[in-house]
C-alpha cells in the first residue's frame, strides 16, 4: 500500500513537472516574441497612420526561401493592410511525399495567416521545413507591403 501511495505520488509529480514544460518553437523565430491580440500585427513606419493599420493594398511577392526539401515563395494579396489571401508560388514538389505534405499544411498556413493577420503562425506538424519557408517568405511580403 505505501509502495502504491508512493509511486502515484512520483507519477503526478512528473506529470506535473512535464506539463509546466514550454513547447519548442522553430529556430528561425525563437527570437520572435507573440504580440498581444490588440497589437497591430505588423512593424509601425514613422510613416504609418496614428491607428497601427497600414492602408496597403495589393499582391507582395515574397523572398524565395529555400528549405531543406525545396524551395518555398508565397504572394500575399492584402486590401486595406488586411491579409485577404496567401498564394503559393513555389513549393516542394520533387516527390509524393512532398506533394502530400505541400497540399496538406499549405492550405493550412494559408488559413492561419488570414487569421492571425500576419506571419506569425504557428507550423504544420509533420512539414516543418515547409511551414519554417512559408513564415519566411510570408514576412517578407508583408515587409514589402508595409515599407
Keep these: 500500500m505505501r509502495r502504491a501511495a508512493l509511486a502515484t505520488t512520483g507519477i503526478s509529480a512528473l506529470?506535473?513537472?512535464l506539463l509546466a514544460l514550454k513547447p519548442h518553437q522553430l529556430p528561425a523565430l525563437a527570437g520572435v516574441t507573440p504580440r498581444s491580440p490588440t497589437a497591430s500585427s505588423f512593424p509601425r513606419s514613422p510613416a504609418a497612420p496614428s491607428?497601427?493599420?497600414?492602408?496597403?493594398?495589393?499582391?507582395?511577392?515574397?523572398?524565395?526561401?529555400?528549405?531543406?526539401y525545396g524551395t518555398v515563395q508565397v504572394a500575399a494579396t492584402l486590401s486595406k493592410g488586411k491579409i485577404?489571401?496567401?498564394k503559393v508560388l513555389q513549393a516542394p514538389d520533387q516527390n509524393g511525399r512532398d506533394q502530400?505534405?505541400?497540399?496538406y499544411a499549405l492550405p493550412r498556413l494559408a488559413q492561419e495567416a488570414i487569421g492571425a493577420q500576419s506571419a506569425h503562425i504557428d507550423a504544420v506538424?509533420?512539414?516543418?521545413?515547409?511551414?519554417?519557408g512559408y513564415i519566411q517568405s510570408l514576412q517578407s511580403a508583408l515587409d514589402q507591403a508595409h515599407a
Excluded: E, H, K
Excluded at 502530400?100 to 497540399?103: D, F, I, K, Y
Design 15 to 17: 506529470i506535473v513537472a
Design 51 to 68: 491607428s497601427g493599420v497600414s492602408t496597403g493594398s495589393g499582391t507582395f511577392t515574397g523572398d524565395p526561401i529555400d528549405t531543406r
Design 84 to 86: 485577404t489571401s496567401v
Design 100 to 103: 502530400q505534405l505541400s497540399s
Design 125 to 132: 506538424s509533420g512539414a516543418s521545413y515547409t511551414s519554417q
